[in-house]
């Protein structure tokens, strides 16, 4: 049985890279006006991790659904 097919796998670094870069940028720009942008960009690198989680599961059960032929459930 394979745990994650290719698409899959793409799915899941696509996301989780642009999750972080997201939420780098935003801490960047926060930081930028605050004076100390390093420290907020890293409160937001890490502050991306649960979102990044949500997304995730969101996005792969949708995938897989789709792949199975399963009914959308909300």
Not at 34 to 44: C, S
Not at 47 to 70: H, M
């Amino acid at each position: 049985m394979k745990v994650f097919t290719w698409k899959q796998r793409v799915v899941v670094i696509g996301i989780t890279t642009l999750m972080v870069c997201l939420f780098a940028a935003v801490g960047y720009g926060i930081g930028l006006m605050l004076g100390n942008w390093k420290f907020a960009m890293t409160v937001a690198a890490l502050a991306s991790y649960p979102f990044t989680q949500w997304t995730l599961i969101k996005a792969v059960r949708r995938l897989y659904d789709k792949e199975n032929g399963v009914e959308m459930q909300e």
